[in-house]
């Protein structure tokens, strides 16, 4: 039995990786500080340990433990706390990844799964969908530490023969994501027109995004847990050759979001418009066809069923 360890595996998409792996069999132990995490998420057939990855102490969880694969979804995911912060956004983002590497290399982890952001590191597209090789135009420091990590991954490959993959991850909503973050529209949309309250909308609302359900997401990562080994035996000449973009392929607007989910939940109320919050990209999303020919992953869910599906979750558990 293989085990795994999930960084960052009590938040909203890491706890649903757990879930995925303890189904798959794996033995699985998680690492989270709690900071955006919650206990309530944690799957009771994992073995958790509430520290950061800064911690010094990881390194007696990577001995104790003897990893087969590190899963890392842990970070810093606000754009806007790296923008006024990006000393703690490299320290949480680049620094802590970096910890993660070099234990591996300490304790002989041959594989590791990186999160990067398919929203994040390309910019502003001039073209799309955007594919793996398309130039890379970090405009946050968010996006720079991911960009980096790409690069650091290529070079523990090169020279320590690491295996690794990265996701790029589009707009990722479902079960479990926070309603009250910064991040998160389609949750904070659901909350607050369940509790009948009129959500706000930052711009003019025809900024485009991608938005893949939670389950897809769960998809792609047990798929490349399987071929991690077999990915990396190929010729590999550079970090996009190792990069997956996880999204639909498809743009939408924050305006059909708010009227689909209107819809849903019966909300008659039109939206206030506020301001557009700097920094936020125009329009971006992904093309997926490297994941469909070398993973032979896509995604299936139509968005308008992944959004009852997040609405119904929330109706269940009245976090209204």
Not at 314 to 320: D, I, S
């Given at each position: 039995?293989?085990?795994?360890?999930?960084?960052g595996?009590?938040?909203?998409?890491?706890?649903?990786?757990?879930?995925?792996?303890?189904?798959?069999?794996?033995?699985?132990?998680?690492?989270?500080?709690?900071?955006?995490g919650?206990?309530?998420?944690?799957n009771?057939?994992?073995r958790?340990?509430?520290m950061?990855?800064?911690d010094r102490?990881?390194?007696?969880?990577?001995?104790?433990e003897?990893?087969?694969l590190?899963?890392?979804?842990?970070?810093?995911i606000?754009?806007?706390?790296?923008?006024?912060?990006p000393?703690?956004?490299?320290k949480?983002?680049i620094?802590?990844?970096?910890?993660?590497?070099?234990?591996c290399?300490k304790?002989?982890v041959?594989?590791?799964?990186?999160i990067?952001s398919?929203?994040?590191?390309?910019g502003?597209p001039?073209?799309?969908?955007?594919?793996?090789?398309?130039?890379?135009?970090?405009?946050?420091?968010?996006?720079?530490?991911?960009?980096?990590?790409?690069?650091?991954?290529?070079?523990?490959?090169?020279t320590?023969a690491?295996?690794?993959?990265a996701?790029?991850y589009?707009?990722?909503?479902?079960?479990?994501?926070?309603?009250?973050?910064?991040?998160?529209v389609i949750?904070?949309?659901?909350?607050?027109?369940?509790k009948?309250?009129?959500?706000?909308?930052?711009g003019?609302?025809?900024?485009?995004r991608?938005?893949?359900?939670?389950d897809?997401?769960?998809?792609?990562n047990?798929?490349?847990?399987?071929k991690?080994e077999?990915?990396n035996?190929?010729?590999?000449t550079?970090?996009d050759?190792?990069?997956?973009?996880v999204?639909?392929g498809k743009?939408?607007?924050?305006n059909?979001?708010?009227?689909?989910?209107?819809?849903?939940?019966?909300f008659?109320?039109?939206?206030i418009?506020?301001?557009?919050?700097?920094?936020?990209?125009?329009?971006i999303y992904?093309d997926t066809?490297?994941?469909?020919k070398?993973?032979?992953?896509?995604?299936?869910?139509?968005?308008?069923?992944?959004l009852?599906k997040?609405?119904e979750w929330?109706?269940?558990?009245?976090?209204?």
């Open positions: 039995m293989k085990k795994v360890l999930v960084t595996g009590a938040g909203f998409i890491g706890s649903h990786i757990v879930d995925g792996y303890v189904e798959e069999g794996y033995q699985v132990v998680v690492i989270d500080d709690l900071s955006r919650n206990r309530e998420n944690l009771k057939e994992a958790f340990h509430k950061d990855i800064n102490k990881i390194a007696e969880v990577f001995a104790e003897k990893f087969d590190v899963n890392h979804h842990a970070a810093q606000d754009l806007r706390i790296s923008v006024k912060k000393l703690l956004d490299a949480i983002n620094l802590g990844t970096l910890n993660l590497l070099e234990n290399l304790y002989k041959r594989n590791f799964i990186f990067s398919g929203g994040a590191i390309y502003e001039e073209n799309m969908p955007v594919d793996e090789y398309y130039p890379k135009n970090p405009l946050s420091p968010y996006a720079v530490a991911k960009h980096t990590i790409e690069h650091y991954l290529y070079y523990y490959r090169e320590f690491l295996n690794y993959v996701l790029r589009a707009n990722v909503y479902g079960p479990r994501q926070d309603p009250f973050g910064e991040a998160g949750a904070i949309f659901s909350q607050r027109m369940l009948k309250d009129r959500p706000t909308i930052f003019d609302g025809e900024q485009l991608d938005y893949i359900y939670i897809e997401v769960v998809d792609i047990m798929l490349v847990s399987q991690i077999s990915l035996e190929r010729r590999i550079s970090p050759d190792l990069s997956y973009n999204g639909i743009g939408n607007s924050v059909f979001l708010y009227r689909a989910l209107a819809k849903i939940t019966d008659q109320e039109k939206p418009y506020a301001p557009g919050k700097k920094g936020d990209i125009r329009k992904l066809e490297k994941a469909k070398e993973l032979g992953w896509q995604a299936k869910l139509q968005l308008e069923d992944g009852e997040t609405v929330f109706k269940e558990r009245k976090l209204v």
